[in-house]
């Protein structure tokens, strides 16, 4: 990969944290019915403003990025390499996690990190030959170290994989699984696909799910690959429909999101509705992140940028970005300076590669309204 050297500036003006850290006057969005916000949830929405800039070129189908302290992690899915952009541009390859098996949708997928006293830790979800696991590494001195598995047996397919991991703020791990192409599974209570599951740093059933002594968090999701807590700390995720809807739902733990019984908003009793669907030719979203008081969704197929307004009686809207320029969008992240980073993922044999894909890109962020 290389470094566009146009974005030395841009890189330069990392140090100042990707944190995402609220500056703005708080406001309400226009025609919103505002919720009662404590203070720390005091943040005003935001659109993407300007042409977006690349940070970054020559990635090779990179599906997750993961924030450290000083640097941001990039996984790529088929060589199971993890890239470190460090905030003063460079990049290097911090290793690769082994037993990765890259074949379809699987390989190495989704990324986070937990920093503890003792250790820093690199969280994988991967596919292996057997299965689809949870990993963690220990990265010390810029690299990672052997991996211990944290939660092995999840099954894999050659679609439907799941794989987006990520630490609560209540310090729990969640992970999406995909139904792995057995869409039954995602109503077995028993299974590990089809859900998120919600397990503690080690992979064990926290005392407070739902079903004691499962990891089971949330039940009948198809393909989910975004997650994202709102200020709030309230959890929602999107996950790709079958062939018309698909899904942005908020999460409750132990409801059933329907799959395969109830695809999008069906209105079937026993069966939770998601609060936005959209065609699985505006969206097949991935990756999801909420920056300043907004949810931004990666969509591979809709190839563009949802940004999502959720609103205090319970509804949402989305508008979308980007359509059509940067093809399929696998990733979204708080960037530098109150940006929004994403990924592009048109190498690996579903998109078309444009000249330098594929590509990380950075766009400001600026108050609703205003772009
Ligand atoms: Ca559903």
């Given at each position: 990969?290389?470094?566009?050297?146009?974005?030395?500036?841009?890189?330069?003006?990392?140090?100042?944290?990707?944190?995402?850290?609220?500056?703005?006057?708080?406001?309400?969005?226009?025609?919103?019915?505002?919720?009662?916000?404590?203070?720390?949830?005091t943040v005003s929405p935001v659109q993407p403003a300007g042409t977006p800039e690349v940070v970054l070129?020559?990635?090779?189908?990179?599906?997750?990025?993961?924030?450290?302290?000083?640097?941001?992690?990039?996984?790529?899915?088929?060589?199971?390499?993890?890239?470190?952009?460090?905030?003063?541009?460079?990049?290097?390859?911090?290793?690769?996690?082994?037993?990765?098996?890259?074949?379809?949708?699987?390989?190495?997928?989704?990324?986070?990190?937990?920093?503890?006293?003792?250790?820093?830790?690199?969280?994988?979800?991967?596919?292996?030959?057997?299965?689809?696991?949870?990993?963690?590494?220990?990265?010390?001195?810029?690299?990672?170290?052997?991996?211990?598995?944290?939660?092995?047996?999840?099954?894999?397919?050659?679609?439907?994989?799941?794989?987006?991991?990520?630490?609560?703020?209540?310090?729990?791990?969640?992970?999406?699984?995909?139904?792995?192409?057995?869409?039954?599974?995602?109503?077995?209570?028993?299974?590990?696909?089809?859900?998120?599951?919600?397990?503690?740093?080690?992979?064990?059933?926290?005392?407070?799910?739902?079903?004691?002594?499962?990891?089971?968090?949330?039940?009948?999701?198809?393909?989910?690959?975004?997650?994202?807590?709102?200020?709030?700390?309230?959890?929602?995720?999107?996950?790709?429909?079958?062939?018309?809807?698909?899904?942005?739902?908020?999460?409750?733990?132990?409801a059933n999101y329907g799959w395969p019984v109830v695809e999008g908003q069906g209105g079937v009793e026993?069966?939770?509705?998601?609060?936005?669907?959209?065609?699985?030719?505006?969206?097949?979203?991935?990756?999801?992140?909420?920056?300043?008081?907004?949810?931004?969704?990666?969509?591979?197929?809709?190839?563009?940028?949802?940004?999502?307004?959720?609103?205090?009686?319970?509804?949402?809207?989305?508008?979308?970005?980007?359509?059509?320029e940067f093809g399929r969008i696998r990733d979204v992240a708080a960037g530098p300076d109150g940006s929004?980073?994403?990924?592009?993922?048109?190498?690996?044999?579903?998109?078309?590669?444009?000249?330098?894909?594929?590509?990380?890109?950075?766009?400001?962020?600026?108050?609703?309204?205003?772009?």
């Amino acid at each position: 990969m290389r470094r566009t050297p146009l974005l030395a500036v841009v890189i330069g003006l990392l140090s100042v944290g990707l944190a995402g850290c609220g500056q703005a006057t708080p406001q309400a969005s226009p025609g919103t019915a505002a919720p009662t916000p404590t203070p720390s949830e005091t943040v005003s929405p935001v659109q993407p403003a300007g042409t977006p800039e690349v940070v970054l070129t020559g990635l090779g189908l990179p599906w997750s990025m993961a924030r450290l302290a000083d640097e941001t992690l990039i996984s790529q899915r088929d060589d199971g390499r993890i890239l470190s952009l460090d905030d003063g541009g460079e990049v290097r390859e911090v290793g690769t996690v082994p037993n990765v098996r890259h074949g379809g949708e699987g390989g190495l997928l989704g990324l986070a990190t937990l920093e503890t006293d003792d250790e820093t830790w690199v969280y994988a979800f991967h596919t292996s030959d057997d299965d689809n696991r949870i990993v963690r590494l220990p990265y010390r001195d810029g690299a990672l170290g052997e991996p211990e598995v944290v939660l092995a047996g999840i099954a894999r397919a050659g679609n439907h994989n799941g794989g987006r991991i990520a630490f609560g703020p209540d310090g729990m791990l969640y992970a999406t699984t995909g139904d792995a192409a057995m869409p039954d599974a995602s109503q077995d209570p028993g299974s590990l696909n089809g859900k998120i599951l919600r397990m503690t740093p080690e992979g064990d059933a926290p005392d407070d799910n739902p079903m004691p002594g499962s990891l089971v968090y949330s039940l009948g999701h198809r393909n989910p690959q975004g997650i994202a807590w709102d200020a709030a700390g309230q959890l929602w995720a999107a996950e790709f429909g079958q062939n018309t809807w698909d899904e942005f739902n908020r999460i409750e733990a132990g409801a059933n999101y329907g799959w395969p019984v109830v695809e999008g908003q069906g209105g079937v009793e026993g069966y939770v509705d998601p609060i936005l669907q959209w065609s699985t030719s505006e969206a097949s979203p991935s990756g999801l992140a909420y920056v300043e008081g907004t949810f931004f969704l990666a969509a591979l197929r809709g190839e563009r940028v949802w940004a999502i307004y959720v609103d205090g009686a319970g509804g949402a809207s989305a508008t979308a970005w980007f359509a059509g320029e940067f093809g399929r969008i696998r990733d979204v992240a708080a960037g530098p300076d109150g940006s929004l980073w994403f990924l592009t993922s048109n190498t690996g044999g579903n998109g078309s590669p444009r000249d330098g894909d594929d590509k990380l890109l950075q766009v400001a962020l600026v108050p609703l309204g205003e772009g």
